[in-house]
């Protein structure tokens, strides 16, 4: 047997070694084994639950004696309706993020240059919203879309601006009206935590080389903040084109996307076969769309740093 003090016993462990025993030790996985739990039976599990009904038959919520079918998942992708469908959500979510990128940069640039308490109050601004569930929100925007009782129909009809109310409920402007708003936290907080810890001293290298603000603004302070255009960009885009509250009720009976005829089928007219059928495609097409955001934002990053 070796002794303690043996030159074997007090040799250097291997990497792999130290890695076993870093594991034993209670080190590596073990600290994110609770998360990775809670994760497996709160989300994976029932995610795969939703898959599976979808290439079984479901009747009066009992599986039937069928076994695996595909005729569900093939009445799905051969629907013309389900295409038209999904490219209104992605339409949707497209124009939506854009509009939500364009109105989160501002306001994320801004707090870079505040201090004190005009900085702590623009954040207070920002997340107050997130304190508010986006239905409430939602009912909100109702209120104020609403027909000739509506605050924006009343306020132009008592001004004489218009002579009969607009028509802005259940239309897809008042979607992307009440899209735009509910997500745009989720815009601004990656924004704002990039550029306001952003090296300021490319910027004073532009403007002392001669550049232009403008061209400094596009040439350097934009291209530095494009991880966190991308992380906005993917997140705001995967919340919008799965988003069934605000089209549901904003857009109206008549106005319907993926996300909505999911909820329609699975708990109106009780098809839970097809309902996760279309669940599967809205939730592999998300993937699809997202993985391609973060892929071409990943080459721009690249590519802006070339340039630069």
């Known amino acids: 047997m070796l002794s303690r003090h043996s030159p074997e016993a007090s040799a250097p462990l291997s990497p792999r070694g130290l890695s076993v025993a870093r594991f034993l030790d209670g080190g590596g996985i073990w600290p994110a084994v609770p998360a990775l739990v809670y994760l497996l039976v709160f989300m994976v599990a029932p995610i795969a639950t939703l898959l599976t009904f979808g290439f079984v038959d479901i009747d009066r919520g009992t599986v039937g004696e069928g076994g695996f079918t595909l005729s569900h998942m093939v009445g799905v992708l051969s629907d013309p309706l389900v295409w038209r469908l999904t490219w209104r959500s992605f339409w949707i979510a497209v124009v ?130 494009m991880p966190a255009i991308v992380a906005g960009f993917a997140l705001v885009f995967a919340v919008s084109y799965t988003n069934f509250i605000v089209p549901q009720l904003l857009g109206g009976g008549n106005y319907s996307t993926i996300a909505v005829q999911v909820y329609e089928q699975t708990i109106v007219v009780l098809d839970w076969s097809r309902g996760a059928a279309l669940a599967t495609l809205l939730l592999s097409s998300c993937f699809v769309f997202v993985f391609a955001i973060v892929a071409a934002g990943n080459w721009l990053t690249r590519w802006s740093e070339v340039r630069r």
């Open 96 to 225: 939506s993020t854009s509009l939500t990128l364009i109105f989160a940069y501002p306001v994320a640039y801004a707090y870079g240059h505040l201090r004190g308490a005009a900085r702590t109050l623009l954040l207070v601004a920002v997340m107050s919203p997130l304190l508010t569930s986006a239905l409430v929100r939602t009912y909100a925007w109702i209120v104020i879309l609403g027909g000739r009782r509506g605050l924006v129909n009343q306020t132009l009809l008592t001004l004489g601006l218009i002579e009969r109310p607009l028509d802005i409920l259940n239309t897809s402007t008042a979607v992307l009206i009440g899209m735009t708003q509910i997500h745009l936290p989720f815009m601004i907080l990656p924004l704002l935590a990039v550029l306001s810890e952003r090296d300021r001293s490319f910027e004073q290298a532009s403007l002392n080389l001669g550049a232009s603000q403008t061209v400094t603004f596009f040439r350097v302070t934009v291209p530095m903040s």
